[in-house]
C-alpha cells in the first residue's frame, strides 16, 4: 500500500471535509441531470413503454412533437404493405384544458380549502386490448379495466397536486366530466401533466381523431431484431417521398430527449450547477488538503531528513489528492443513491446518461488534483531543521 492511501486510511478525519465537499459538489450536479434525464425519460414513457418497434412521424419532425403537422391517413395501408408488419396504430394525443371539481367527493374530505384549478393537458388515446401496439407495456390488467369504464382517465401520481384531484375524483376535460379511476407511476412531465383514456373515450370527449390527417403512428413488427433494417427499407420506399419519416423507438427516444435539452432554460441550470459545484468543492477541497498537509508537516520534514527528495514528498501530496477524489467519487454515488431511492418514493423520477456519470466523474478528480497541486505550497515549511526546535 502506497504512502498517501495509507495517510488517507488511517487520517479520515482530517480529510473527511475535503471528501464530503467532493461529494456534495458532484451530488449538486448529478441529482440535477438525473431530475431532468427523468423527467425526459417519462415525458417519452409513452414512447419508451411502448411495444412499437417502429414509428411513423412526418418527415419535417425532429421530435414527437416537434415539427410536422401530422400524416395522410392513406400512410397507414402504405404501411402495412410492408411485409414484416404485424399492426399499424395511430397515437392520439391532443392538448385539452383541465378543470378540478372541488365538489367531488374525495375533494370534499380536503375541506373547505379545496379550490378549482385549470390548466392544459396532454391527452394520449390507448386501445385497451391485450398487447395493442399503443397500450405502454406497464398497462396490467388493472389498468385496462379501470380504462374500459366510460369516461374514465389515469394521471400520473405526481400530477395529482398540479390537477387538484385525488384518485376517485370527477374532473373537466375540454367541457365533459370525466373520472380518474387509477394513479400511474413513472409517467411525470415538466410541462403539461399527461392523462391517459380509452380510444372509445376519446371518441366520447369528442377528442378522438377521424379526420384525413393522423398523429404518430406506432408499427409493431413481426420480428422486432428487423426494425433497422425494416426502418431504412420504409424510408427508402418511394411513398415515403414528402409523406413521413420512419424512426426505430430507440432512435426517438433520444431524440425527444435532445429537444428537452435544447431548453434554454434547462441547459443554464446544468451548466451553472455544474460551474458552482466546481469552484465549490475546488475552494473547499484545496483548504482542507492544505490544513491536512500542514498538520502533518513534521511527518513530512522527518521524510526529508531521511533524504526523500521534495519532488518525492510533491508526488505524494499529488496521489494523496487523487485517493480523496475517489474516495469523493464513493460518498457521491452513496448520495445519488440515497437521492434516487428518496425521489423514489415522491414519485420523481431519476435517470442517469453515462456520459454525464463519466463526465462528473472525471470533473471530480480534476478538482481533487488541482486541489492537490494548489497544496503543495505547503511543503516548503518541511524544513527538517524545525525538527530541532
Known amino acids: 500500500m502506497s504512502l498517501a492511501l495509507s495517510t488517507l486510511i488511517y487520517e479520515w478525519r482530517r480529510y473527511l471535509a475535503a471528501i464530503i465537499s467532493l461529494a456534495a459538489a458532484g451530488l449538486i450536479v448529478l441529482s440535477m441531470v438525473g431530475l431532468f434525464m427523468g423527467i425526459g425519460q417519462a415525458f417519452n414513457a409513452p414512447i419508451t413503454k411502448s411495444p412499437a418497434d417502429i414509428m411513423v412521424l412526418s418527415p419535417k419532425a425532429t421530435a414527437l412533437f416537434s415539427g410536422g403537422a401530422g400524416l395522410p391517413r392513406r400512410v397507414i395501408p402504405q404501411i402495412y404493405m410492408h411485409p414484416g408488419v404485424s399492426e399499424v396504430m395511430d397515437l392520439e394525443g391532443s392538448g385539452g384544458l383541465w378543470q378540478n371539481d372541488p365538489n367531488s367527493a374525495t375533494s370534499k374530505r380536503k375541506g373547505p380549502s379545496a379550490q378549482a384549478q385549470r390548466t392544459f393537458v396532454q391527452s394520449f388515446a390507448v386501445d385497451t386490448s391485450e ?25 400520473d401520481e405526481t400530477a395529482r397536486g398540479t390537477l387538484g384531484v385525488e384518485l376517485g375524483d370527477k374532473a373537466s376535460l375540454n367541457g365533459h366530466t370525466v373520472k380518474v379511476r387509477y394513479l400511474l407511476h413513472g409517467y411525470a412531465n415538466i410541462a403539461n401533466a399527461m392523462v391517459f383514456m380509452s380510444r372509445q373515450t ?3 370527449l369528442g377528442i378522438g381523431n377521424s379526420g384525413p390527417r393522423v398523429g404518430p403512428l406506432m408499427v409493431k413488427l413481426k420480428n422486432p431484431a428487423d426494425a433497422l433494417k425494416i426502418r431504412d427499407e420504409l424510408n427508402a420506399s418511394p411513398n415515403a417521398q414528402n409523406s413521413y419519416r420512419a424512426w426505430t423507438r430507440e432512435e426517438l427516444a433520444q431524440a425527444n430527449q435532445q429537444q428537452l435539452l435544447k431548453n434554454n432554460i434547462i441547459g443554464i441550470m446544468l451548466i451553472g450547477g455544474l460551474i458552482i459545484g466546481g469552484f465549490v468543492g475546488m475552494v473547499i477541497t484545496w483548504q482542507t488538503l492544505r490544513g491536512a498537509i500542514f498538520a502533518n508537516i513534521k511527518e513530512f520534514a522527518s521524510l526529508r531528513a531521511l533524504g526523500v527528495s521534495m519532488g518525492s514528498l510533491r508526488w505524494v501530496i499529488m496521489e494523496l489528492s487523487f485517493w480523496v477524489g475517489v474516495a469523493g467519487l464513493l460518498v457521491t454515488a452513496l448520495l445519488i443513491w440515497g437521492t434516487t431511492v428518496l425521489a423514489g418514493f415522491g414519485g420523481l ?14 470533473l471530480l478528480l480534476i478538482v481533487a488534483v488541482v486541489a492537490g497541486f494548489l497544496s503543495l505550497g ?10 530541532l526546535r
Open 131 to 155: 398487447g395493442s401496439v399503443t397500450l405502454p407495456t406497464d398497462f396490467g390488467p388493472d389498468v385496462r379495466a379501470a380504462l374500459d369504464e366510460p369516461y374514465a382517465i389515469a394521471i
Open 202 to 204: 376519446a371518441r366520447l
Open 349 to 362: 423520477p431519476m435517470a442517469y446518461p453515462i456520459q454525464w456519470v463519466v463526465t462528473v466523474a472525471v
Open 378 to 387: 505547503i511543503l516548503k515549511k518541511s524544513q527538517p531543521a524545525d525538527l
